[in-house]
């Protein structure tokens, strides 16, 4: 380690932590010479980049596939609205770059999969989950398992967030638990909504992505004691915070007892997304938004319903029935059963799921999902309609 070399420009750059007793030189040198990949560069991402580049990691890996969309600008504090559009990945670096002109930037434009995950991980010390989705935490987590990488994770919703750190190696050699220990399997399909469907206030992933960005920093440089063992949990309404113990499963498929998993598997089959193992992933009809205007402008005899929440119309709307999911069962008497229904959502989610429950429990067969929902709409037929 004593072989890393700082100039005359990092040392001043760096000169608060090495005034650190308990960091100083050997700290910075310890995170200059680490190499961490951060996977998803959105509201935890944004946040945990930057104090990564601003501490000085050696090598950073920015992972996301997604392109900057304006409603990710009400949190995701990378970027600015000349960005929309752009790849979230190559946007990251070029801004990073500006803030930290010592710290070496890998670019992954790419989805994270099952086929790539290896071969991308391996080449990281340490892995920082900014991902929100479980399809992509398993992923992660299998992957640094499968490598022996540690993983910090953080995930938020609404206004609640927690961090952990998984699969981390004490100076003993003792490895603490990882995310399948805590969560041995996905919630079911539609149970837990996304931050798209359920929403979150702007600033807690930048409060939980500094959190992250903390674990990190201490798991390179081992000065403090990682959330190890233990999931630490936020609410920004109350400002409550409580601190749950973890402990190692032995009945882990990776590294229980008895382990029976020894590669990635199909994590979208495994949390029961996008195939026919459950009525929650059972494909319904579907129209596009260009059909329905087709439909609207000759004067087709239809119904359309918006299954949202009252406060989502009010901000854009196309005139649907006002419906919303939760009440959908109990006012099947609106829906009607002589003509095609065309029932919507914001993406295509809860409309889905509204359209299984009125065909499950009443036998409805006339009814049609609008094909990526009202944000469908705002990008083909209304641009002007807001996007949220």
């Given at each position: 380690m004593s072989n890393i070399q700082f100039s005359k420009e990092e040392l001043e750059?760096?000169?608060?932590?090495?005034?650190?007793?308990?960091?100083?030189?050997?700290?910075?040198?310890?995170?200059?010479?680490?190499k961490v990949l951060v996977v998803g560069t959105g509201g935890l991402g944004s946040p945990l980049l930057q104090y990564l580049t601003a501490a000085g990691v050696g090598t950073i890996g920015i992972l996301d596939f997604d392109v900057v969309d304006e409603s990710n600008l009400q949190r995701q504090v990378l970027f600015r609205v000349s960005d929309v559009g752009k790849p979230k990945a190559e946007v990251a670096?070029?801004?990073?770059?500006?803030?930290?002109?010592?710290?070496?930037?890998?670019?992954?434009?790419?989805?994270?999969?099952?086929?790539?995950?290896?071969?991308?991980?391996k080449d990281y010390d340490v892995v920082a989950d900014g991902t929100d989705n479980f399809p992509t935490r398993y992923l992660v987590n299998d992957a640094c398992v499968l490598l022996n990488k540690t993983n910090v994770y953080a995930s938020i919703?609404?206004?609640?967030?927690?961090?952990?750190?998984?699969?981390?190696?004490?100076?003993?050699?003792?490895?603490?638990?990882?995310?399948?220990?805590l969560f041995?399997?996905?919630?079911?399909?539609?149970?837990?909504?996304?931050?798209?469907e359920g929403g979150v206030i702007g600033v807690l992933p930048g409060i939980l992505g500094s959190l992250q960005a903390n674990e990190v920093i201490k798991v390179i440089t081992g000065v403090g004691d990682p959330l190890s063992g233990r999931l630490f949990l936020f609410d920004a309404l109350t400002f409550?915070?409580?601190?749950?113990?973890?402990?190692?499963?032995?009945?882990?498929?990776?590294?229980?007892?008895?382990p029976?998993?020894?590669?990635?598997?199909?994590?979208?089959q495994f949390c029961g997304i996008g195939g026919n193992s459950s009525d929650e992933d059972r494909p319904v009809k579907e129209v596009t938004v260009d059909e329905l205007y087709d439909m609207q402008t000759r004067g087709e005899k239809i119904q359309?319903?918006?299954?949202?929440e009252p406060y989502e119309y009010e901000i854009a709307n196309i005139g649907a029935e006002l419906i919303p999911l939760k009440t959908i069962s109990e006012n099947v008497d609106r829906v009607e059963s002589g003509k095609k229904v065309i029932i919507h959502c914001r993406s295509g989610v809860r409309s889905a799921k509204a359209i299984r429950e009125l065909e499950n429990s009443f036998g409805f067969t006339n009814l049609y999902n609008l094909k990526g929902g009202i944000l469908a709409?705002?990008?083909?037929?209304?641009?002007?309609?807001?996007k949220y």
């Open positions: 750059r760096y000169s608060r932590h090495l005034i650190i007793p308990d960091f100083n030189i050997e700290g910075q040198r310890k995170l200059k010479a680490a670096r070029d801004t990073l770059r500006k803030l930290n002109p010592h710290v070496n930037f890998i670019v992954h434009n790419t989805q994270l999969t099952s086929d790539n995950a290896l071969d991308i991980i919703f609404r206004f609640e967030g927690q961090v952990s750190v998984f699969n981390y190696t004490d100076n003993e050699g003792n490895t603490g638990p990882n995310y399948r220990d041995p399997v996905p919630p079911p399909p539609g149970l837990v909504p996304s931050c798209a409550e915070t409580r601190t749950l113990k973890v402990r190692r499963d032995p009945e882990n498929p990776l590294n229980g007892n008895n029976s998993q020894k590669e990635l598997i199909d994590y979208q359309v319903i918006d299954v949202r709409w705002a990008d083909k037929i209304d641009k002007e309609m807001a």
